[in-house]
């Protein structure tokens, strides 16, 4: 089931989600749910949450922030089940196009958003930094209204 964050309870809900090294952070993420135009949710089994996605949207545009599954949930089809759960719920909210960006070593990833409907449509050269130097972003798009959803 995906519910939905607020400011307010983001920090508390997710903080065994998110490391204290993630990129972005937990308290960046929370501090975004300010804005009118932050979107999250979170899925959870039983009394664990097991995934978060959060989106900034303008219009009938939305660029997907973070997704992150807890490492216990992972390969079990969570990543998918909250892409399209939001992906639906940003539907309702008149979005009809999500941008995101992804490293470009997050093969996972990047399997998983071509899975869902996403499409290469760019990328960022030396974008993120990395334990070589730099990494590129490959930015990729979906369009729901084509979809139907993701």
Not at 8 to 14: E, F, I, K, R, Y
Not at 57 to 68: K, M, P, R, Y
Not at 101 to 127: D, I, P, Q
Not at 130 to 149: F, H, K, P, V, Y
Request: overall charge negative; some cysteine; charged content about 20%.
């Amino acid at each position: 089931m995906l519910y939905s964050l607020t400011q307010s309870d983001a920090l508390a809900t997710l903080i065994d989600l998110y490391p204290p090294d993630a990129h972005p952070g937990l308290p960046f993420l929370a501090d975004l749910l300010k804005q009118p135009a932050c979107r999250a949710w979170y899925t959870a089994d039983a009394d664990q949450v097991t995934a978060a996605i959060w989106y900034l949207s303008t219009g009938t545009h939305a660029e997907l922030i973070d997704l992150i599954v807890a490492p216990s949930a992972r390969g079990l089809g969570i990543g998918r089940t909250i892409l399209e759960q939001s992906s639906s719920a940003l539907i309702n909210l008149g979005i009809r196009t999500v941008e995101l960006e992804v490293r470009e070593s997050n093969g996972a990833a990047r399997a998983l958003y071509k899975k869902t409907g996403f499409v290469r449509s760019g990328r960022r050269r030396n974008y993120y930094p990395s334990e070589s130097g730099r990494e590129d972003a490959i930015l990729m798009t979906c369009d729901l209204s084509e979809n139907g959803s993701l």
